[in-house]
């Protein structure tokens, strides 16, 4: 397995108190594979995802367990110059905003070719070579003579690419891309992603795409993962959640998405508002917006129960699956 995240938590310690942004998170992506982990703002997604990257920033974020295991090595054991030779050469992640990613007093091609000058030792020339060669390979027009522009010189879904050619500038095995299709239109979004799993099925590599749409990993994800104040509340292949959701949450976001067979109706929206973090609701945390909530919702936390009925491996977080399943 390229990378096993194992009963991870997380929390910031605030003036407010403790917010426990991630509770106890498990989830694995091997080569090749691509894992969707969706959820709404404050799910615990790109804080998980930073955890994994070792970019958290400590304080006011803490990691109070678990284990992040890359190729069978504990990434949370390692010192953080050993931590620093994995990050960018082994592993890499693409923000959700480029703009303000992206050194707005360098040009694109000083920035690109900075990974080969400080992993590599190259020259600064022969690293302006390789940042052509990266621009060309994520499809930049003009790549030889736009190398020395700066970010504010390209559109947002260029910008994207020069994101995505720096996440591959050393030839990573695994790829974080945290909203990465975030304030792009429909039709650039869907070229990124077409680029995301081209460039994926090329290099061989683990691909963890974190996002809020179901729409947008339907077409590129194996399995899915949804989160919810901080915790995993539903594991399947990407075709069962879309078949048969066995989660009132991830239905909830299933039918939120819109719909050409709908046209004219009001939109599905999900009740309420997440959680704060600083005082998760008891029991199960859906189920002040759940529809199909009980007593034992709000009083028992819901571990993850295997989705026995079906033909492969997945599992909910929620005591009432099978009704949810067949609802």
Not at 72 to 82: C, S, Y
Not at 234 to 262: C, F, M, N, W
Request: charged fraction near 25%.
């Amino acid at each position: 397995m390229l990378l096993e995240v194992r009963d991870l938590h997380v929390e910031f310690h605030t003036r407010d108190g403790i917010a426990k942004a991630v509770n106890g998170v498990n989830y694995s992506v091997d080569s090749g594979e691509t894992l969707a982990v969706l959820g709404e703002s404050g799910s615990g997604k790109s804080v998980t995802a930073q955890a994994v990257m070792g970019i958290l920033d400590m304080p006011p974020g803490k990691i109070t367990g678990g284990e992040i295991l890359f190729q069978g090595q504990d990434l949370l054991k390692l010192k953080e110059e050993e931590r620093r030779k994995v990050r960018g050469a082994k592993m890499a992640m693409i923000f959700q905003d480029a703009l303000s990613s992206l050194n707005p007093v360098l040009s694109v091609g000083e920035q690109l070719g900075e990974m080969f000058v400080v992993h590599k030792g190259m020259s600064k020339k022969d690293a302006r070579a390789q940042a052509v060669e990266l621009m060309d390979r994520v499809r930049i027009p003009a790549a030889k003579e736009r190398v020395g522009q700066y970010p504010h010189q390209f559109s947002g879904g260029m910008r994207q690419r020069i994101m995505i050619a720096m996440a591959l500038a050393l030839e990573p095995e695994l790829i974080i891309a945290d909203e990465p299709t975030t304030a792009l239109d429909v039709t650039v979004q869907a070229q990124v992603m077409e680029l995301l799993a081209e460039l994926q099925r090329e290099y061989n590599m683990g691909l963890i795409l974190i996002t809020h749409d179901l729409g947008v990993v339907a077409d590129v994800a194996d399995d899915i993962a949804v989160m919810y104040a901080g915790r995993i509340v539903e594991k399947a292949p990407v075709h069962e959640i879309y078949k048969a959701p066995a989660h009132p949450y991830t239905r909830g976001l299933l039918d939120s998405i819109p719909r050409l067979d709908q046209k004219g109706q009001e939109l599905y929206a999900i009740k309420g508002l997440p959680p704060n973090l600083l005082a998760i609701p008891p029991g199960c945390a859906f189920n002040p917006r759940c529809p199909m909530a009980q007593d034992v919702c709000r009083t028992d936390v819901p571990p993850l129960y295997e989705v026995t009925e079906s033909p492969v491996p997945r599992s909910s977080a929620c005591h009432f699956w099978k009704e949810c399943l067949h609802g």
